[in-house]
C-alpha cells in the first residue's frame, strides 16, 4: 500500500504562484512513477504532470508546460508541483497520483493510488 497526502492549495490572484507537495508513504519503492492531475467542477480529470523518483522522466500537459514544474525530494518522498503565471482557468482540485508502471503516461487507469486531492482557486 502507498498513502500520498496533498498539501499546498490555497486562493491566489491571477499571475501569482503557489506550492503544492505531496508526502508519500508506505511501499514507495513500488511505485516509480508520481504524477499529477486536475479536476474542475462539472469537467473531467485531467493529467497535470509526471516524474520518475529517478528523475530521468520529467512530462507535462500542454496547458501547463512553461508554467509549472514538478520536481521531486527522494530523502522525504515528497513531490512538489511550483505553479507559476496562475491563470483563471487552473482552478480545480488538484491530485496526486502514484503508478506501479516503470513507464507511466497521461491516463488515469495507469495510476494505482491517489491522494484526498487540494483545492487550488484562481482568482481574476
Known amino acids: 500500500q502507498v498513502q500520498l497526502v496533498e498539501s499546498g492549495g490555497g486562493l491566489v490572484q491571477a499571475g501569482g504562484s503557489l506550492r503544492l507537495s505531496c508526502a508519500a508513504s508506505?511501499?514507495?519503492?513500488?511505485?516509480?512513477?508520481m504524477g499529477w492531475f486536475r479536476q474542475a467542477p462539472g469537467k473531467e480529470r485531467e493529467f497535470v504532470a509526471h516524474i520518475t523518483w529517478t528523475g530521468d522522466n520529467i512530462y507535462y500537459a500542454d496547458s501547463v508546460k512553461g508554467r509549472f514544474t514538478i520536481s521531486r525530494d527522494i530523502t522525504k518522498s515528497t513531490i512538489h508541483l511550483r505553479m507559476d503565471s496562475l491563470k483563471p482557468e487552473d482552478t480545480a482540485v488538484y491530485y496526486c497520483a502514484a503508478s506501479k508502471w516503470g513507464a507511466s503516461g497521461d491516463a488515469q487507469v495507469e495510476y494505482d493510488y491517489w491522494g484526498q486531492g487540494t483545492h487550488v482557486t484562481v482568482s481574476s
Open positions: 508506505g511501499r514507495t519503492y513500488s511505485t516509480p512513477t
